[in-house]
């Protein structure tokens, strides 16, 4: 039942997605000729007799739903059409695309992998976690300014890489770096947050007394930690391919993400479908892969109930560091408030940082700390409710973990920018349109962690036992599921808010989001983009600003949990747990 609850739903989004996306000329209220006829030739006079030739010749006359049906029909015979503009084969051009991006990926993922390792081991050999203020401020280092930067010091200043073009090996590596960092410190978080509880079993004391090496015990406790992180990793792999638009374009790399930007921005209606298809093909069979491997690692204790799950240790962080992040960020953003966001001296432009302005100033010689306090409210107010919603949507649908399967693998496959630019052909761009793109399919890694925690949780041995001592389903539901599932979900969440301002900024950067002159965090990374050589203060300050939210986030919420765990409350429940543990135990 729940795989055909899962099929359904899948099927139903694929066909919603691609109807939205065979729908966009009309969505946006522009005539899909005019641009056709711009995009073939810039030159010629968009009279009514050119258009009409272009309706004719594109079949736009019959109307949309018998486009649709005319490109799925052809799609049962594996021909994508041709492109409106180039007149070109779409399946060549897609399969070049999806080539270059499944290279690109595997090198990001390699980067990303290297680095939760690093991320992993200092926890491995202690013991204990941290805090994890600096795996969630890599993983909030903006992509596109990441690239950037890199191109500027590796490519131009030193001459070490190339910075465009996709020729060889060497052309992946500078792209590779910047998309895999952030995802490496997303996943090195992720793994580092889970180990201390497993490392705290008894297991790990008998093997240690019964002298088992540390390196099996280290990949004995990975083993017990990745099964419900398995579906993050898969999602990572597939934003890794479909969401690099960004640095697909700084680098002008002719990724598959790069090839669908470009089509959407031209109304090349064929490429674009073929380019969406392929994303949501990459992603579907990604996320069944991802559940195969869980599946194969859980082995038969899925079935037969005989999972134990690890006790609750949450991280402690000292006060200091939320305190010191919290300060810097505050500050800042207080400073900022008391000056004029929109005030332009030309006789300051580029100013370096001084007195009069902190931060130094911009393109127009506008106050760079001024658009910054200003633009908090924007970026991390609308970050914060797309993310508090993508929690309580992802707690929902872990319960309903076949429909959230299928909808979650659709979700999934679409970047960001392509549900952007769907969302504002319907509503226009602006910071709205940005926060319902974004909260549209952030909420999938939510989903897949919180259903995978209640299937582990519904599957162990205590659970068995409180309902052999005939405790009611809401019983257990309360005081057994949810607190085993809402904890770690919303330590996930609370790590994915700046990756949320981040999407947000990247919606903002590539002109989807919030509109000039509104001081969004977004926009001033790309004002800043062309002159970051000349005065990378103005980069760097967002930059800055969104490392220090990462950090915040993750050590107030390991601090706050932390004296919970403290409280009386922390030790009802640690002697809860301990009792509910023996007894599955004795009924085992």
């Given at each position: 039942?729940?795989?055909f609850?899962?099929?359904?739903?899948?099927?139903?989004?694929?066909?919603?997605?691609?109807?939205?996306v065979g729908?966009?000329p009309w969505l946006s209220?522009?005539?899909?000729a005019?641009?056709?006829l711009?995009?073939r030739s810039?030159e010629?006079?968009?009279t009514?007799?050119?258009?009409?030739?272009?309706?004719?010749?594109l079949?736009?006359?019959?109307?949309?739903?018998?486009?649709?049906?005319?490109?799925?029909?052809g799609?049962?015979?594996g021909?994508?059409?041709?492109s409106w503009?180039?007149?070109?084969?779409?399946?060549?051009s897609?399969?070049?695309g999806?080539q270059?991006?499944?290279g690109?990926?595997?090198?990001?993922?390699?980067?990303?992998v290297?680095l939760?390792v690093?991320?992993?081991a200092p926890?491995?050999?202690?013991g204990?976690?941290?805090?994890?203020?600096?795996?969630?401020?890599?993983a909030?280092v903006?992509e596109?300014?990441?690239?950037t930067?890199?191109?500027?010091?590796c490519?131009v200043?030193l001459?070490?890489?190339?910075?465009?073009?996709?020729?060889?090996?060497?052309?992946?590596?500078?792209?590779?770096?910047?998309?895999?960092?952030?995802?490496g410190?997303?996943l090195g978080?992720?793994?580092a947050?889970?180990?201390p509880?497993v490392?705290?079993?008894?297991?790990v004391?008998l093997?240690?007394g019964a002298g088992?090496?540390?390196?099996?015990?280290a990949a004995?406790a990975l083993?017990?930690?990745?099964?419900?992180l398995?579906?993050q990793f898969?999602?990572v792999a597939?934003?890794?391919?479909g969401?690099?638009?960004?640095?697909?374009?700084v680098?002008?790399?002719?990724?598959?993400?790069?090839?669908?930007?470009?089509?959407?921005k031209?109304q090349?209606l064929?490429?674009?479908?073929?380019?969406?298809?392929?994303?949501?093909?990459?992603g579907?069979v990604?996320?069944?892969?991802a559940?195969l491997v869980?599946r194969?690692?859980l082995?038969p204790a899925l079935?037969?109930?005989?999972?134990?799950?690890p006790p609750?240790r949450?991280?402690?962080?000292h006060?200091a560091?939320p305190v010191a992040?919290a300060?810097?960020?505050?500050?800042?953003?207080?400073?900022?408030?008391?000056?004029?966001?929109y005030?332009?001296d030309?006789?300051?432009?580029?100013?370096?940082?001084?007195?009069?302005?902190?931060?130094?100033?911009?393109g127009?010689?506008?106050?760079?700390?001024a658009?910054?306090?200003h633009?908090?409210?924007a970026?991390v107010?609308t970050?914060?409710?797309?993310?508090?919603?993508?929690?309580?949507t992802?707690?929902?649908?872990g319960?309903?973990?076949g429909?959230?399967?299928?909808?979650a693998?659709i979700?999934?496959?679409?970047?960001?920018v392509i549900v952007?630019i769907?969302v504002?052909?319907?509503?226009?761009?602006?910071?709205?349109?940005?926060?319902?793109?974004?909260?549209?399919i952030?909420?999938?890694?939510l989903a897949?962690h919180?259903?995978?925690?209640?299937?582990e949780?519904?599957?162990?041995?205590?659970?068995?036992?409180q309902?052999?001592?005939?405790?009611?389903p809401l019983?257990?539901?309360?005081?057994?599921?949810l607190?085993?599932?809402?904890?770690?979900?919303?330590?996930h969440?609370?790590?994915?808010?700046?990756?949320?301002?981040?999407?947000?900024?990247?919606?903002?950067?590539l002109g989807?989001?919030?509109?000039?002159?509104?001081?969004?965090?977004?926009?001033?990374?790309?004002?800043?983009?062309a002159?970051i050589e000349?005065?990378?203060?103005?980069?760097?300050?967002?930059?800055v600003?969104?490392?220090?939210?990462?950090?915040?986030?993750?050590s107030?919420?390991?601090y706050?949990?932390?004296?919970?765990a403290?409280?009386p409350?922390?030790r009802?429940?640690?002697?809860e747990?301990?009792?509910?543990?023996r007894g599955?135990a004795v009924?085992?």
């Open positions: 039942m729940r795989r609850a899962a099929g359904a739903t899948r099927a139903v989004c694929l066909l919603a997605v691609l109807a939205a729908l966009l209220g522009r005539d899909p005019l641009t056709v711009r995009a810039a010629q006079e968009p009514e007799e050119a258009l009409s030739a272009v309706r004719r010749d079949g736009l006359d019959a109307g949309p739903l018998s486009l649709l049906g005319d490109w799925a029909a799609l049962v015979r021909d994508l059409g041709t503009v180039s007149g070109t084969e779409i399946l060549p897609v399969l070049s999806l270059v991006s499944l690109l990926m595997a090198a990001a993922l390699t980067v990303a290297l939760a690093a991320l992993v926890v491995l050999v202690r204990r976690g941290s805090a994890g203020a600096f795996a969630a401020m890599a909030a903006p596109f300014l990441l690239a930067v890199a191109l500027l010091v490519g200043w001459g070490w890489l190339p910075t465009s073009g996709w020729q060889g090996p060497e052309y992946m590596v500078l792209p590779a770096l910047a998309l895999g960092v952030p995802a410190g997303l978080r992720l793994v947050d889970a180990l509880a490392l705290d079993e008894r297991w004391e093997w240690r088992v090496s540390r390196a099996r015990i004995a083993r017990r930690v990745v099964p419900p398995v579906p898969g999602m597939v934003g890794l391919t969401g690099a638009v960004a640095v697909e374009s680098f002008a790399v002719p990724g598959i993400g790069r090839t669908a930007l470009g089509a959407a031209s090349d064929p490429l674009l479908q073929g380019s969406v298809l392929a994303l949501l093909a990459l579907l990604t996320g069944a892969l559940a869980r194969r690692l082995g079935r037969d109930a005989g999972l134990a799950l609750p949450p991280v402690r962080a006060p560091i992040l300060a810097v960020l505050l500050t800042a953003i207080g400073w900022g408030l008391l000056r004029d966001p005030a332009v030309t006789t300051a432009r580029l100013a370096s940082p001084s007195w009069a302005y902190p931060l130094g100033t911009d127009l010689g506008r106050d760079v700390l658009r910054l306090g633009g908090a409210a970026t107010g970050a914060a409710a797309v993310c508090l919603l993508s929690l309580l992802g707690l929902a649908l319960f309903l973990p429909v959230a399967a299928g909808a693998d979700a999934n496959a679409l970047p960001p952007g769907l504002a052909a319907a509503a226009g761009p602006g910071t709205g349109g940005a926060a319902l793109a974004v909260a549209l952030s909420w999938p890694p897949a919180a259903a995978a925690l209640v299937q949780v519904r599957a162990s041995a205590f659970l068995t036992a309902r052999a001592i005939g405790a009611s019983w257990i539901l309360t005081r057994h599921v607190p085993s599932v809402a904890a770690p979900v919303a330590r969440a609370l790590l994915r808010l700046p990756g949320i301002a981040l999407a947000l900024a990247s919606l903002g950067f989807l989001g919030a509109q000039p002159p509104a001081p969004e965090w977004g926009l001033l990374l790309d004002e800043s983009r002159y000349r005065a990378p203060w103005a980069a760097l300050a967002p930059a600003a969104l490392a220090l939210l990462a950090g915040l986030a993750v107030g919420a390991a706050a949990q932390g004296r919970a403290k409280g409350s922390g009802t429940v640690r002697k747990t301990a009792r509910v543990a599955a009924g085992a």
